[in-house]
């Protein structure tokens, strides 16, 4: 299979498979415990009709959103996500250019692999900062602050992983930063030599948002180790409060789930919360974000953007999110099978392949712009 064979989200999916050790991709493809939570994300949209309107005339299709106070030339976003160069070489460089060529926002992790200001001061798209809280108040004060200085518009900060979910494939090969693999993990490595040449022959592997505080290189602190031992989970209503307050901006929390947390996160001036269940990688057994959109944005949608990831894998399931209410989608598997599989022309592909989706569905739909899909769209079996 090439790239150009790939039309869908399963297509870039088996390329990645192909072209990575098992290992990592069992990093990307894996979830926590049974997986469960994982295929409900996208079941959730499966178990929504669409119902289209006809001669409306739609010769000219608006998907511009704009969310967090960002123009969107679409209504899907590149979310962040941590280790992108252990994916692919090029890592979050490849996404950013992508991002900008299609007019839309990217994302930069605390686990990135690539610095806020180099990717800040090449790119003019919407940028956020995926931020992690933890015990070291210095430090998170200190990553806040050179979000700031490379200009960063959104702050986005994850609370749903103070402490890493049970992500049994990453065990079951010893999956680690750096690597601690199992005899099976080195096999897997062994069966795809082209992407050891890659990783060696590249520009040494580093997470320099971390580098300066945090010793993540030299021992073996895995990725699970990082999210048990380095964040914080005594954070609190009031520890947030105290950096929203800080950042004095487009400040978002992502692993909104319930309309309570919701209503505080606008208690607290928060601009805009992202319902996620982190891709189905931390609570096993938890609700998709689809399930809990309507009764969040009938709660707070008029007083903060509401946003939703988790489960996106076509131009149908973007459309009956806007149709709920949610502002903007977004999205990480979407983008990171194409980058592994192919860099910077794979995930400028599944872009574009997301944009031509959602343009031709608007059309079928008798939709012109986003503002005119509503509930009315939808039926719910």
């Given at each position: 299979m090439r790239l150009k064979d790939c039309h869908n989200f399963q297509d870039f999916r088996k390329l990645a498979k192909r072209r990575l050790p098992?290992?990592?991709?069992?990093?990307?493809?894996?979830?926590?415990?049974?997986?469960?939570?994982?295929?409900?994300?996208?079941?959730?949209?499966?178990?929504?009709?669409?119902?289209?309107?006809?001669?409306?005339?739609?010769?000219?299709?608006?998907m511009s959103v704009t969310v967090m106070g960002q123009k969107l030339d679409m209504p899907i976003y590149c979310s962040p996500t941590a280790l992108q160069r252990l994916f692919h070489h090029d890592g979050e460089r490849a996404v950013a250019a992508a991002a900008e060529k299609y007019g839309t926002?990217?994302?930069v992790s605390s686990l990135g692999t690539v610095s806020l200001a180099e990717v800040r001061k090449k790119h003019k798209n919407p940028q956020c900062y995926q931020?992690?809280?933890?015990?070291?108040?210095?430090?998170?004060?200190?990553?806040?602050?050179?979000?700031?200085?490379?200009?960063v518009?959104?702050?986005?900060?994850?609370?749903?992983?103070?402490?890493?979910?049970?992500?049994?494939?990453?065990?079951?090969?010893?999956?680690s930063i750096p690597f601690r693999l199992t005899l099976g993990g080195v096999a897997q490595f062994v069966m795809k030599p082209m992407w050891g040449i890659n990783y060696v022959t590249h520009e040494k592997f580093a997470m320099p948002q971390l580098d300066e505080h945090v010793d993540m290189g030299s021992g073996a602190l895995s990725i699970s180790r990082y999210f048990t031992e380095m964040l914080d989970p005594s954070m609190t209503w009031d520890d947030v409060a105290e950096m929203v307050k800080f950042w004095d901006g487009q400040y978002c929390l992502k692993g909104i789930m319930s309309v309570e947390d919701a209503k505080r996160a606008v208690d607290i001036g928060c601009t805009g919360i992202i319902l996620s269940n982190h891709g189905g990688r931390q609570l096993d057994g938890s609700r998709a974000p689809f399930d809990q959109l309507a009764?969040?944005?009938?709660?707070?949608?008029?007083?903060?953007?509401?946003?939703?990831?988790?489960?996106?894998?076509?131009?149908?399931?973007?459309?009956?999110?806007?149709?709920?209410?949610?502002?903007?989608?977004?999205?990480?598997?979407?983008?990171?099978?194409?980058?592994?599989?192919?860099?910077?022309?794979?995930?400028?592909?599944?872009?574009?392949?997301?944009r031509t989706e959602i343009e031709r569905d608007m059309r079928l739909m008798g939709c012109k712009s986003v503002a005119d899909l509503s509930r009315a769209n939808l039926r719910f079996r």
């Open positions: 098992g290992p990592i991709f069992n990093y990307i493809d894996g979830a926590a415990d049974d997986e469960t939570t994982y295929d409900r994300n996208t079941q959730a949209f499966r178990d929504c009709d669409l119902v289209p309107n006809v001669l409306t005339g739609v010769a000219d299709i608006d926002m990217f994302g931020f992690y809280f933890h015990k070291d108040r210095g430090l998170n004060r200190a990553m806040m602050e050179s979000a700031k200085e490379a200009g518009e959104v702050m986005m900060l994850t609370v749903d992983s103070i402490t890493g979910g049970n992500r049994e494939r990453d065990l079951r090969t010893g999956f009764e969040i944005v009938d709660a707070v949608g008029d007083k903060i953007d509401v946003i939703m990831d988790s489960g996106i894998q076509r131009g149908t399931h973007v459309l009956k999110a806007l149709s709920l209410g949610a502002k903007a989608v977004g999205g990480g598997r979407f983008y990171l099978y194409p980058l592994a599989a192919a860099g910077q022309a794979g995930v400028e592909r599944a872009l574009g392949l997301m």
